[in-house]
């Protein structure tokens, strides 16, 4: 024992003299970025990944890419449905200030009439592929979401976007194409049968751009009901069981993922190459009482994966801290050297946290397919559901009950009455960021002085704090 303390001793009489380590480990740097890929896998829950624990089966090459850089355990999205939540990843502010959580009243059969609500991301909202295409990058769409396309806002800066006009076939609108502002048309039956082409569709594109700067956005929908994965996934014929049939289509998008690792590697090299894989929400299984997703704000419908990889990223890193999908955003403009205000951008860049530095971030979420108006909010160890029809919350500690199983309303009420207070000022913030928004967009406008518009901005960053 004592040859041992006296070991210790000398060990740290040797740290001592050559200086101590540091806590973090050395701040990374990205490389010169001038390619990103942006991939967003539809409805993809994090927990599904044997990266993220899942044990009932292995998603090798979604593991592999988050080998390769870094994996975020904890991404919040800021909706439970595709279409707030997408405003959100691609412009970096909330699906309240852009206008994407707004309900239209007088409705006589409310499941219907909100499935096809006409929320559009508004055309004077700055979003990641406009600023990355006034910087000289060749930038595409590649898309398989009916729910985002044609008339609903997403096209804005994107000088190509191809989509599924009918199942498997894909289709090229330019920038000066009718068909953009074509009102939105519904959903495909068999939309989901289409990102083997759409993948491949890519390639031929990256074949002829590569040698450019490029941003691409590759959208994905294999895992979005219905549930129905390729015979060669692992489902025997007959299954019914919805969360058993949701991971054959799983394991189907790994199999794609594993394509399109090879398609960048090939056509773009991993070493000019920011790569980002996400979701734009989860999806429910009963956990909550509700399925399939837009029906709450509980974790499995807003824990998503984040994989990034980058030239300067060294692979195997595990990030623990909270991030939001408002953080790509900044992220990809701070690596493509986009020049941006981050006063404006809702999100935080997500390099430093690589290195071990920062906090958790609070994460604001609002915006529901069907039902009622629902905010949440997390900050720290505490999640607040506010349910405003019924004037009601749940309460609970995400870092204990990750899961959410246990309300703590009725037992730390004062705490979530605290956290209550954040919802609300919050909500009120948002409203008026929304409103200001709305205001600038019109012709002459000089009714909110920029002072009074950034300094909403800000307190809306801060969440309540
Ligand atoms: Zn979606």
């Not at 089966?57 to 592999?64: C, K, R």
């Not at 405003?388 to 979530?416: C, I, N, V, Y």
């Amino acid at each position: 024992m004592n040859s041992l303390r006296q070991l210790l001793s000398g060990l740290l009489l040797f740290v001592a003299l050559v200086g101590a380590p540091s806590c973090s480990t050395p701040e990374i740097e990205l490389g010169p970025v001038d390619a990103v890929v942006l991939i967003v896998v539809d409805t993809l829950r994090a927990d599904r990944l044997s990266c993220y624990g899942y044990d009932a089966h292995a998603t090798p090459h979604l593991d592999a890419l988050a080998a390769r850089g870094a994996f975020f355990r904890d991404a919040q999205a800021p909706a439970s449905w595709t279409i707030p939540s997408m405003g959100a990843l691609l412009t970096s502010q909330y699906p309240g200030q852009l206008g994407l959580v707004e309900r239209e009243e007088s409705v006589t059969n409310p499941r219907m009439r909100r499935k096809q609500h006409t929320h559009n991301l508004p055309l004077y909202e700055r979003t990641l592929a406009e600023r990355m295409e006034e910087r000289g990058f060749d930038t595409a769409a590649f898309v398989d979401q009916p729910g985002l396309n044609t008339g609903r806002g997403f096209m804005q800066g994107f000088d190509h976007w191809a989509f599924p006009r009918h199942p498997g076939r894909i289709e090229v609108l330019t920038p000066d194409d009718p068909m953009r502002h074509r009102p939105w048309g519904g959903f495909l039956e068999h939309a989901d049968k289409s990102d083997r082409a759409l993948i491949e569709s890519m390639d031929a594109w990256l074949g002829e751009h590569a040698a450019k700067p490029v941003f691409v956005w590759l959208h994905l929908l294999t895992p979005h009901y219905p549930y129905d994965p390729a015979a060669e996934f692992g489902v025997a014929e007959g299954e019914k069981d919805k969360s058993t049939l949701y991971d054959g289509e799983v394991r189907e998008t790994d199999a794609m993922i594993g394509r399109v690792m090879e398609i960048i590697g090939q056509r773009l090299g991993w070493d000019r190459t920011l790569v980002i894989l996400t979701s734009d929400h989860g999806e429910a299984f009963g956990e909550h009482g509700t399925w399939e997703h837009g029906q709450s704000l509980h974790r499995e419908v807003v824990h998503v994966p984040l994989l990034l990889a980058a030239p300067g990223v060294p692979g195997g890193i595990e990030v623990d801290r909270r991030v939001r999908l408002l953080d790509i955003v900044p992220t990809v403009l701070t690596a493509a050297a986009v020049h941006h205000d981050p006063a404006e951008l809702q999100g935080a860049d997500l390099v430093p946290l690589l290195s071990g530095d920062g906090e958790d971030r609070p994460v604001f979420m609002e915006g529901m397919l069907y039902g009622g108006t629902e905010w949440a909010l997390i900050r720290d160890d505490r999640k607040l559901m506010y349910d405003a029809q019924a004037d009601s919350f749940l309460f609970f500690d995400p870092r204990r009950d990750p899961l959410e199983l246990d309300d703590l309303s009725g037992t730390q009420k004062r705490r979530a009455l605290g956290l209550l207070d954040a919802v609300e000022t919050t909500h009120r913030l948002m409203a008026a960021d929304r409103s200001h928004r709305l205001a600038a967009a019109a012709p002459g406008d000089t009714a909110v002085s920029a002072e009074e518009r950034a300094r909403v901005q800000q307190a809306l960053k801060s969440l309540g704090y």
